[in-house]
């Protein structure tokens, strides 16, 4: 009776042990799967952020500025005179 008693403990316990196994294998198998998910968002992303990138620059080149100064929306702007610029001299510290 003994025998049969700790036969069972030692199969529930094995049995324990391969269930958390197995257990952490599939968690890993599922993280596993989500990386090349991950990575292609990440890639998209970055294709993304050079659109736009690439968008900022080619609206802030000097020449699309040219232009759109000459829109009437910026008329009323004008490049400061001598006199109404004001200098602040750097101080050392």
């Given amino acids: 009776m003994k025998d049969v008693f700790r036969f069972f403990i030692v199969m529930g316990t094995l049995s324990l042990f391969i269930f958390l196994y197995i257990r952490e294998?599939?968690?890993?198998?599922?993280?596993?799967r989500t990386i090349p998910l991950l990575e292609k968002n990440i890639r998209e992303l970055e294709e993304d952020n050079l659109a736009l990138?690439?968008?900022i620059d080619k609206d802030r080149s000097p020449e699309n500025l040219l232009k759109k100064a000459r829109l009437p929306a910026?008329?009323?702007l004008r490049f400061p005179e001598k006199n109404e610029v004001i200098s602040i001299p750097q101080s050392k510290l």
């Avoid at 294998?25 to 596993?32: D, V």
Wanted: charged share 30%.
């Fill in 74 to 76: 910026y008329g009323h």
């Fill in 53 to 55: 990138e690439y968008e």
């Fill in 25 to 32: 294998q599939n968690e890993i198998l599922l993280l596993r």
